[in-house]
């Protein structure tokens, strides 16, 4: 059986989580070990975690991560983790105490450049390694993009949603891999520098 831990990849869009997390998972479709992807049934731009170089795993697509406490699994792997709630995160701490070994990937900061709820509820569960990936700026092509820009009708997006607000990946919106200094984030409230003082 596999060592019962905690995997978490990181990053924006285009950063290679997908593919990071078909070479950890791909593996096992070759062995008796068993275990299943799931994947936000939000997310409907692919049919299975596929990685812009084409490496492909299948998936299951789930509204909710309870699903997987009914499959008798070793591994659960887990796409645009992003996209689930932080209820799900919940279900993942349930998994972690059965001896399930979960791998999660996804988008770490929303639209607004902060951690997504789920995500940041993944990291407190103290997992036993985390990958950050950084990305090509889809402006500079630095190889420092930290950012996913939202783009609405080919502009960025500063209207400010909720906060760990996981926009549809259906075609309504653009994305792109941005650097710090490229991104453009909606207006934040910032502190008095004399709040320091």
């Not at 285009?14 to 992807?37: A, D, F, I, M, W």
């Not at 103290?126 to 990936?133: C, I, L, Q, S």
């Not at 009708?153 to 259906?170: F, I, K, N, Q, W």
Request: glycine share 6%.
């Amino acid at each position: 059986m596999c060592a019962v831990d905690l995997t978490v990849i990181l990053g924006p869009m285009k950063s290679g989580k997908s593919l990071e997390l078909v070479s950890l998972l791909s593996p096992l479709q070759y062995t008796n070990v068993r275990h299943r992807v799931y994947q936000s049934a939000r997310h409907v731009r692919d049919i299975g975690v596929v990685s812009r170089s084409g490496a492909a795993l299948a998936t299951v697509k789930t509204t909710s991560l309870a699903a997987a406490l009914d499959e008798e699994v070793d591994v659960v792997g887990i796409d645009e983790v992003h996209m689930f709630t932080v209820e799900d995160m919940a279900v993942v701490r349930v998994l972690l105490q059965r001896g399930t070994r979960v791998v999660a990937a996804g988008i770490d900061l929303d639209h607004r450049g902060e951690m997504f709820a789920p995500v940041r509820a993944l990291l407190e569960l103290g997992p036993a390694t985390v990958t950050y990936r950084r990305a090509v700026c889809d402006i500079c092509r630095d190889f420092t993009a930290v950012y996913t820009q939202v783009l609405e009708h080919g502009e960025p997006m500063v209207r400010v949603l909720p906060p760990s607000t996981a926009l549809p990946d259906d075609g309504t919106y653009t994305y792109e891999a941005r650097c710090r200094d490229c991104a453009v984030l909606p207006a934040t409230v910032t502190v008095p520098t004399q709040a320091f003082a």
